[in-house]
Nanobody
Framework: QVQLHESGGGLVQAGGSLTLSCAASGRTVRMSALGWFRQTPGKEREFVGAISWNGAVTYYPETMKGRFTISRDNAKNTVYLRVNSLKPEDTAVYYC?????????????WGQGTQVTVSS
């Protein structure tokens, strides 16, 4: 089991950038793919992207390509999500997750989430 704790959320103006961090711990964290999801009230959780256990592979759905960048530092057991050119529709709770692969259906461990609010 992997434990995850997100940080870095807050209120940001549209057009700005934000980097979220997720500290991971647990016996299998360095063998785990790490990913990011987001959710707004009344909507299903949305997959933002993921990175493989060694950082060699990143995967983003088509709707997330371009403004979202995921990276990880295995020495710090931390994964990052950088979001550029923020839009009000990026407002959501962002969750970090751990899984066996970068496929969105493979994530089993979740953090508590961090709120990102983008003002217009």
């Amino acid at each position: 089991q992997v434990q995850l704790h997100e940080s870095g959320g807050g209120l940001v103006q549209a057009g700005g950038s934000l980097t979220l961090s997720c500290a991971a711990s647990g016996r299998t964290v360095r063998m785990s793919a790490l990913g990011w999801f987001r959710q707004t009230p009344g909507k299903e959780r949305e997959f933002v992207g993921a990175i493989s256990w060694n950082g060699a592979v990143t995967y983003y759905p088509e709707t997330m390509k371009g403004r979202f960048t995921i990276s990880r530092d295995n020495a710090k057991n931390t994964v990052y999500l950088r979001v550029n050119s923020l839009k009000p529709e990026d407002t959501a709770v962002y969750y970090c997750a751990a899984g066996s692969t970068t496929r969105p259906d493979d994530f089993r461990s979740w953090g508590q989430g961090t709120q990102v609010t983008v003002s217009s």
